[in-house]
């Protein structure tokens, strides 16, 4: 078990450019979310996925930011035409669930974005 | 919606003493969970402890122990003989048991803790 990885670390753009970022899971989780944490704060939460399906999504995830999580396994968070207030950390978290059981979320150790 | 409160920016305790940081929270749900987590500077953010809400005794964790008060919607962390290495920021974070839509954790702003010698 290697836990949640994430990649790239750090991405520093340019305002109006397109980012991606990878969060690989624990292979074993069926769920897996994406918070993004300003400074100063708390994580606040984006989206998440059961398996390939994405459940739910904040009114944060505004129509530049897009998430897939392919065959259930990694996931990309896309953001397009970045601007300044982008500006952030962005974790992964995943998490295993089925019936009533309930697992904890464990992160990664995130991606920072800067845009310049 | 839910919130969650931590009325402590930072905190400061002497190694090998002990610490309690604050959380409240609001809700109108029965069953949820209730967790602290911690990101030292510059890494991850790792689980600290976990409660149920349905559970009336409190979770310990070693040195790691909370005092919840469902009614009072309470939930404070009780770090014991502190070490260098709590040096981090906390954060107090709820989620509902409900495994439909309200899976996410909704978090507090955080408490930094400095520990010194």
């Known amino acids: 078990d290697t836990g949640v990885s994430q990649d790239p670390r750090h991405k520093i753009t340019k305002r109006g450019q397109n980012v991606t970022f990878r969060c690989d899971p624990i292979s074993e989780h069926n769920r897996l979310y994406w918070y993004r944490q300003t400074l100063g704060q708390g994580p606040e939460f984006l989206t998440y996925?059961?398996?390939?399906?994405?459940?739910?999504k904040s009114r944060l995830l505004s129509d530049r930011f897009s998430a897939e999580r392919p065959k259930g396994s990694f996931s990309t968070l896309e953001i397009q035409r970045t601007e300044q207030g982008d500006s952030a950390m962005y974790l992964c978290a995943s998490s295993l669930e089925f019936g009533g059981f309930s697992d904890t979320q464990y992160f990664g150790p995130g991606t920072r974005l800067t845009v310049l | 919606a839910q919130t969650v409160t931590q009325s402590q920016p930072e905190m400061s305790v002497q190694e090998a003493e002990t610490v309690t940081l604050s959380c409240t929270y609001d809700?109108?749900?029965?069953?949820?969970?209730l967790f602290w987590y911690k990101q030292p500077p510059s890494r991850q953010m790792i689980l600290v402890i976990r409660?149920?809400?349905?559970?009336?005794q409190n979770a310990t964790e070693n040195r790691f122990s909370v005092n919840f008060q469902k009614a009072a919607k309470s939930f404070s962390l009780k770090i014991s003989d502190s070490q260098l290495g709590d040096a981090a920021m906390y954060f107090c974070?709820?989620?509902?048991?409900?495994?439909?839509?309200?899976?996410?954790?909704?978090f507090g702003t955080g408490t930094r803790l400095q520990v010194t010698l």
């Open positions: 809700t109108s749900e029965s069953d949820y969970y």
């Open positions: 409660q149920e809400a349905y559970k009336q």
């Open positions: 974070a709820y989620r509902s048991r409900n495994t439909g839509t309200a899976s996410k954790l909704t």
């Open positions: 996925f059961q398996n390939e399906a994405q459940l739910e």
